[in-house]
Structure formats: C-alpha cells, structure tokens
C-alpha cells in the first residue's frame, strides 16, 4: 500500500501561562514527542496537549520491517521579528523564528557551511501555510527527497528563537494569558509510506539506483506483473528492468519536452 | 555518501544581550530574542557600513559561524541560488579570491557592481516591499555553479544604498529593539551538497562536462550498476556511459 500522509503540528496557546508550558527558545524539540503543542492530526480536533505529564507515552517515529519512507516536504510558521500583539491581557498574535531540522537514527540532515549541524529551515525559505500567489518563488524544496529506511527512526525538531516564555514573565504590555485560540507556531509535513509490497520494491529501486517515487514502484510493479511465471531472481531480470527504466526515462524526457541541460559548467 | 539540499541564511540581527556585551554578531546560528513589549522586540540591528562587502559567514555582523565555508576533501557542492534584502543590498558568491559576479568590465565590488540585488533576487517571499524573484533568476543559477573539494567559499553582502525597501531605515547606525521583518537585513544561499562517494561520481560528472545534479548523479549510478549487470551476465554493455551521454 501507498499512501500520502501529512501531518501538522500547531502550537496554540494554553491559557495563564507556567514555566514550562512552552518550548525553551533556542532549544530544538520533536513536534511528534516533546510534548508541546498538537501531538498528532489523529486527535480529534488537534486537540493541544502541552504539558509533558498529559501524554502517556512518547512516541518515536519508527519504520518497521515492512516500511519504507520518503519524506518530500516541509513548511512552518515564516518570520523573524516576534511582532507580539494584544488584546488586553491576551496575545493574540506571534511570531516564533523557527526552524525545521529533519533527524534520521543520529544524524541531522541539514549542517552549516562549517559542516555541523544547524537549526535547519526556516519558515521564510519553506513557508506553512502558504500565502504567496503563484508567482513568489518558494527558496526551499526537499530535493532530492529524503529516503528512511526501515529500522530508522526519524524525527522532525523544531527550534524556535523567539522567547515567548521570557516575553510573558517580562512584558510591559500586561500580558498574562495565552487564549487557546492564538496560534504560536506551525509545522507542516508531507510524506508517502510505502508498506509491505511497496516497500520491498523500494528497496529494489534503490539497489538499482532508481529514484524511489510513487510513479517508479508502481512502474516496476507493472515490471514484475509482466514477468509473471519468470525467474526474476537473476542478473538477467535486474539487467532487464535497468535497460527497460532508461526507455521509460527517455519517454518521459521526451513527453515532458525535457533535456539535461548540455554543456555550461561553471567552475572559480 | 549522500544528496543533500541544503540552506544558509544569514539575518543582520543580535540580541539585547550580544549588543549589552558589545558584539555586533552572534556566533552558532540565530539569536534567541526577549521582546518586552509590542514596541521591543528584542532584537537589534548592528550598523552596517554602506558600500563595504562583509562575508555573511564570519564578517562579524549578524549571524555568524566560527570558520569560513571550506569544502572538505570528500564535498562537492553545487550552489542552486542566492537571494538578500532589503532590495537595496547585493550579495556576491566568492570561490578562494574570486567573485562570481562582475561588471562588463569584468569587475567586482565597484560602486557600480557589488553582485545580485535584493531587487532582483529578494528574500523572503512574499517580503514587506512585495517585490517577486526576476523569472531569469527564478530556476537560481544556470549553469550552477561547483564549489570543489578543498576550495573556500563565502558570500559576501554589500549594503549598497541606505534607506531599506521604504527608505526609513538608517543601516549606518545601529535600529532597535522596535524593528520590523522588513528592515532586517538577509541573506539566503541555497545549496547542494554532495558527500562521500558521490563527491567522487560527482568529479566523474565534471570530467566528463556532464551537469552535475541529483538526476545525473542517478543516472551515473544507474549506468555503473547497469554495467556490473552486463558484466555480471558476460556480455559486453552496449552503452559506453559518458561518451555515450553526450552524443544521445
């Protein structure tokens, strides 16, 4: 099976607000297990469960044997300057500074030029939700997409550098209370899971060095269907399969009126 | 060994306590802000000298890391695009000692050239001045450009003009803590980067003239595995990789 799932996470206000009801700014949190904000599009509602003592349990994004992921996109909550609004002693609006950093077993995913790991994204270079018209240009796409295999964990942290815990304590604006109804943040993520079958046709894709898509699995699933009754457990068949995705890869060049571009590398 | 899209943004910007302890920079990522009131925001911007290129990385202004950009032996990088504001900034891409950007004359850092404008290539959309990316500029740069394995990089940022996208701002002296997004300075560089193995097949690519992007490294890998098939059957393959590619 292939599906395409998404998940947003939103961190909304919680009332009067204690010490640590909110992430610290600064610090990088999982949007799946820290205990802040939504804690999954399953809620009914997406209900805000803060406080880590209301979860019974912390969950960790684990793909099991029969999975395999591709994550292909992300977004949050865009600007830089918190920008704090009110309505008596109520904010009613904010701005968190986040950033979005993908996390597979150990690993970050994004590094800074000094090649450790950075805080990842921010929401101005991938925007949740969007509000652009069609023609702004989006800075950032996860290409390539990102592959977790199974037996991976993964994780999305999220970093927020505007400190709404130390605005609340220090404000000279009066401001107490966080409404439920004021949204503080957002995460946004899309991505396929490809269980059973699927999955170990990923697998096969990889080995061959072809991009794991959903048009790609169902195409070698088409493969296979062709084949049925034959041995395709020898070098023949992968040999088969590899000449038979290059046609496919020049018909689609040619459908989409696409070539690699020629020539014109540049170097300093 | 892997493809990795990558980003680096720089914002002109420190908090109350690096400007209480007289740093007009902040090292490791971004500066964690305590606004006030609605009026402080907690952030303040560092004056930037008008006309006066400073490395994004470790110019001492904004955001800083601790060392230059310097590909290691086993990077590759390709740089996908780069973008700034306010619009009357520019931003230049500087390999070792040399510019990207120049004038017909084939200068750079002139009055008249100091790389992309913010106008040009603004960053973030949608922005305060409601200014669009140049359709030229919007697929970034084409050809990209490769950053190789034991080559320093940099972006260099240049406040051209002072006045920001409404022309009420004063780069020259420092702003805060009642700042707006749209006055905060930024830089944005997007980025491949290209490790282990890849790096290797990635140098192949070059060698070759062949584009070096993500579908090229695939291909690449895809002909190696393809070959090891043919040979692994006993018959000759009958595409010669490279060689093949550029004549198809």
Same mark, same amino acid.
Do not use: C
């Given at each position: 099976m292939i599906r395409k799932l998404f998940y947003e996470w939103t961190l909304t206000g919680n009332g009067i607000v204690g010490s640590v009801d909110y992430p610290v700014a600064g610090q990088a949190f999982s949007i799946f297990n820290s205990g802040f904000g939504s804690l999954s599009l399953a809620r009914p509602g997406g209900t805000a469960v803060q406080a880590q003592?209301?979860?019974?349990?912390?969950?960790?994004?684990?793909?099991?044997?029969?999975?395999?992921?591709?994550?292909?996109?992300?977004?949050?909550?865009?600007?830089?300057?918190?920008?704090?609004?009110?309505?008596?002693?109520?904010?009613?609006?904010?701005?968190?500074?986040?950033?979005?950093?993908?996390?597979?077993?150990?690993?970050?995913?994004?590094?800074?030029?000094?090649?450790?790991?950075?805080?990842?994204?921010?929401?101005?270079?991938?925007?949740y939700p969007l509000t652009q018209i069609p023609q702004l240009k989006i800075h950032y796409k996860l290409r390539p997409s990102v592959y977790v295999l199974p037996e991976q964990s993964w994780d999305i942290q999220y970093t927020m550098f505007n400190d709404i815990s130390g605005y609340i304590v220090n404000n000279t604006d009066g401001v107490t209370t966080i409404p439920l109804t004021t949204n503080l943040a957002h995460v946004f993520l899309q991505y396929w899971l490809f269980e059973g079958t699927d999955a170990m046709i990923c697998h096969r894709l990889l080995s061959l060095g072809i991009p794991v898509n959903v048009a790609n699995v169902e195409w070698y699933r088409q493969q296979l269907l062709v084949s049925r009754g034959l041995d395709t457990e020898t070098w023949e068949y992968y040999l088969k399969v590899s000449q038979k995705y290059r046609e496919l890869e020049e018909r689609r060049s040619e459908h989409q009126k696409r070539v690699r571009t020629r020539g014109g590398s540049h170097t300093l | 060994?892997?493809?990795?899209?990558?980003?680096?943004?720089?914002?002109?910007?420190? *908090?109350?306590?690096?400007?209480?302890?007289?740093?007009? @920079?902040? !090292?490791? /990522?971004?500066?964690?802000? %305590?606004?006030l009131a609605s009026t402080d925001t907690g952030g303040y911007i560092p004056p930037i000298p008008i006309q006066q290129p400073f490395d994004i990385m470790v110019g001492g202004v904004g955001t800083n890391i601790e060392i230059p950009g310097e590909m290691r032996a086993y990077q590759f990088m390709v740089f996908d695009s780069i973008a700034c504001w306010p619009p009357n900034a520019s931003v230049n891409i500087r390999i070792n000692t040399t510019y990207y950007f120049c004038d017909p004359t084939g200068r750079t850092g002139t009055t008249t050239n100091f790389g992309i404008p913010g106008r040009a290539a603004p960053f973030p959309s949608p922005n305060a001045g409601g200014l669009i990316?140049?359709? *030229?500029?919007?697929?970034?740069?084409?050809?990209?450009? @490769?950053? !190789?394995? /034991?080559?320093?990089?940099? %972006?260099?940022?240049?406040?051209?003009?002072?006045?920001?996208?409404?022309?009420?701002?004063?780069?020259?002296?420092?702003?805060?803590?009642?700042?707006?997004?749209?006055?905060?300075?930024?830089?944005?560089?997007?980025?491949?980067?290209?490790?282990?193995?890849?790096?290797?097949?990635?140098?192949?690519?070059?060698?070759?003239?062949?584009?070096?992007?993500?579908?090229?490294?695939?291909?690449?890998?895809?002909?190696?595995?393809?070959?090891?098939?043919w040979a692994d059957v006993n018959e000759p393959s009958p595409e010669t990789t490279a060689r093949e590619w550029r004549f198809s």
């Open positions: 003592t209301q979860i019974g349990e912390l969950l960790i994004p684990y793909v099991n044997e029969e999975q395999f992921i591709v994550i292909d996109h992300f977004g949050s909550t865009p600007g830089v300057v918190a920008t704090p609004a009110f309505s008596g002693v109520n904010l009613t609006t904010w701005v968190p500074n986040g950033a979005v950093q993908i996390d597979i077993n150990s690993t970050s995913y994004y590094q800074g030029p000094q090649n450790v790991q950075s805080e990842g994204i921010s929401g101005d270079a991938s925007t | 060994m892997s493809v990795r899209r990558q980003a680096y943004e720089w914002i002109g910007i420190i *908090s109350a306590q690096d400007r209480a302890e007289g740093r007009p @920079y902040t !090292l490791h /990522g971004n500066p964690v802000l %305590i606004p990316t140049m359709p *030229s500029l919007y697929k970034g740069l084409l050809p990209p450009l @490769y950053v !190789l394995p /034991g080559q320093a990089w940099g %972006i260099d940022y240049t406040m051209v003009s002072n006045g920001g996208y409404d022309g009420s701002a004063d780069y020259t002296i420092e702003q805060g803590p009642n700042i707006s997004d749209g006055n905060v300075p930024r830089a944005y560089v997007l980025y491949m980067l290209i490790d282990g193995a890849d790096a290797l097949i990635a140098m192949k690519l070059l060698q070759e003239t062949i584009p070096v992007t993500s579908e090229n490294l695939n291909w690449y890998k895809r002909i190696l595995i393809e070959n090891q098939l």
